[in-house]
């Protein structure tokens, strides 16, 4: 039997001298309550906590370990890097390295600046898309999350969802009206917003799979709509690939949708787990950023040597290994046939949207195509289940508006195994 004793202790002491004792919200577990599980370490598709809990990962630190944590390579390359240096703060050649391999993976892709996060990736592709074009208005989805900045924080999803968060304290009126908001999957209030605003949006900015809604896949024909209406209306269109970039396909979801963003965002992966984040694109865009061009963006830890070295190698191995995208999605769809298959025998209702190795779960008897509809499920039953499958040996993300994250070291017995767990807790909550 699970017990959390240390955990308990560790999170009492983390709230002394940490905001809810954590560093970032969507970990204190507010969406499902109950403590917070400290981890010790990880290895492939387990966590070990600190009561010496083991559990099969679904949220591979909510992207990065897409092969698994601790990953041998990776791990050797930083540990060798480690010994000269954990920073110059100058360039390096291994830098143009990463890049350049990037460059050889995503289509359309002539100079990439890198940063240290999602949210910075995100920002300075904003910051550019109203360099480029001289507008100051941008277009969001409602439930997206594209990171913290303050712009960002309207209809937000993931932890800003998950603690139902309206109006972020702060984020002033002039930072919100240029932020205009429209469904998931929504195309004519697209066009609408740009009828309203003539001439004024410098960009739309998606989640070509969110993530932060739970995972929810864009309709037939959205992201090739949203591409349309950029070409007629001289926006730009911006893929935030901070959770698809090289998980969707080694190209991210450009390659998977064939849908050609004019800046791509990306994160997680990226990384290997060292913060690591980057914006990309054509050179007639990209050439606006400082020092080339007037739109400033900077970072003292931006292409650090232990980031770059842990990013490269990753990626260099999924570049080589074409084949794990498939074994990661035939994986992905062992368990959704698993979890359709469980639930089906007892007549509850969910909706379990997959694309890849994203995928999530929803209580609730309507497809989920938009954060409306996602905020319709049974969160209270969500909790019942998350904590079931917990004390289960299962980690999912601790609020219904996360994603999952497969990595490709999870095995069919660890399915089986998370499939059974889920018969076992459907039955003692329901
Ligand atoms: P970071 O600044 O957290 O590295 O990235 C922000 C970001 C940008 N774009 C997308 C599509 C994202 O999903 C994220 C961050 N994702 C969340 C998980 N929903 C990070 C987890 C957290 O906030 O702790």
Do not use: D, I, S, T
């Given at each position: 039997m699970y017990t959390y004793e240390s955990s308990k202790s560790a999170f009492e002491r983390a709230q002394k001298s940490i905001p809810a004792g954590v560093n970032s919200p969507v970990r204190a577990f507010k969406n499902v309550g109950g403590t917070p599980i400290f981890l010790e370490k990880a290895k492939g598709a387990y966590l070990y906590d600190v009561d010496g809990n083991k559990y099969i990962d679904f949220v591979g630190s909510w992207g990065p370990m897409i092969l698994g944590h601790a990953y041998e390579p990776v791990i050797e390359a930083v540990q060798k890097k480690a010994a000269f240096s954990t920073s110059f703060g100058a360039p390096t050649v291994l830098e143009t390295e990463i890049a350049e391999l990037i460059k050889s993976m995503v289509p359309d892709i002539d100079l990439i600046r890198m940063v240290n996060s999602g949210t910075e990736a995100c920002m300075s592709a904003i910051l550019l898309a109203r360099g480029y074009t001289g507008r100051n208005k941008f277009i969001k989805f409602d439930g997206c999350y594209h990171g913290h900045a303050d712009m960002f924080l309207v209809n937000a999803g993931s932890g800003v969802a998950t603690l139902n968060i309206q109006q972020v304290p702060g984020v002033t009126a002039g930072t919100s009206n240029d932020t205009l908001i429209a469904p998931y999957n929504d195309l004519e209030a697209v066009r609408q917003l740009f009828k309203q605003n003539p001439n004024e949006i410098a960009a739309i900015i998606v989640e070509?799979?969110?993530?932060?809604?739970?995972c929810v896949l864009p309709k037939e024909g959205f992201l090739e709509g949203l591409r349309k209406i950029c070409d007629e209306e001289n926006a730009l269109l911006i893929f935030d690939e901070v959770m698809t970039g090289f998980r969707q396909a080694k190209g991210g979801a450009q390659e998977r949708y064939l849908i050609r963003a004019d800046i791509t965002t990306f994160g997680k992966v990226i990384g290997a787990g060292l913060p690591v984040g980057a914006f990309a694109g054509r050179h007639e865009i990209m050439s606006h950023i400082a020092p080339l061009g007037n739109v400033y963006q900077a970072g003292t830890l931006s292409g650090n040597p232990l980031a770059m070295v842990a990013g490269y190698t990753l990626l260099k191995e999924l570049n080589e290994h074409p084949e794990y995208y498939e074994q990661l999605n035939e994986k992905a769809v062992y368990l959704k046939e698993g979890i359709l298959r469980v639930f089906g025998e007892r007549n509850v209702p969910v909706q379990v949207n997959q694309k890849q190795s994203m995928m999530s779960l929803f209580f609730n008897s309507e497809p989920v195509v938009d954060f409306a509809t996602s905020a319709k499920s049974d969160q209270t039953t969500f909790s019942k289940f998350f904590h079931a499958l917990l004390k289960r040996g299962i980690y999912l993300p601790a609020s219904q508006y996360e994603c999952w994250f497969l990595s490709n070291a999870l095995t069919y017995e660890d399915l089986d195994k998370t499939i059974l767990a889920m018969a076992e807790s459907l039955d003692e909550i329901l």
């Open positions: 070509p799979v969110a993530g932060n809604m739970g």
